[in-house]
């Protein structure tokens, strides 16, 4: 059976931040957020988000953390409009409390609000 190797994803976690930055996600405490690459996965996903919960945070005297795996074989074939979609879309499902949690599909995390953001994210000037 094949093992699921993890690599740290740089190259995304920059490109996280900079969507951060300019869709003024200021609620996401980025150096609390890691990516990493996964290969060797049988998974149907693209990505997927993980929340420390809250008792390990208590148990181990921990912030909030979370960490976003992206599915290497599935995620580096994307085109880099949907690159974007992906991460605004995994960056949603942190809560605005930044609690470790995480916000289920449906009014704040959905198509039509990650297609809106990502038109913002392309649309907004870069920093100089």
């Not at 405490?29 to 919960?53: C, D, M, N, Q, W």
Request: proline share 6%.
């Amino acid at each position: 059976m094949p093992r699921i190797r993890y690599t740290v994803a740089g190259d995304v976690e920059s490109l996280a931040r900079d969507i951060i930055e300019k869709l003024g996600m200021k609620w996401i405490k980025a150096e609390h957020v890691r990516f990493l690459r996964s290969s060797g996965s049988k998974t149907s996903a693209v990505a997927r988000i993980y929340g420390l919960p809250r008792t390990f945070q208590v148990a181990f005297n921990l912030p909030p953390l979370y960490v976003i795996e992206i599915v290497s074989e599935k995620f580096d074939a994307l085109t880099p409009e949907e690159k974007v979609r992906v991460i605004v879309h995994e960056l949603l499902h942190i809560p605005k409390s930044f609690s470790g949690g995480l916000r289920p599909h449906g009014k704040a995390v959905n198509s039509k609000v990650v297609s809106k953001l990502v038109e913002r994210y392309f649309s907004a000037k870069p920093k100089r």
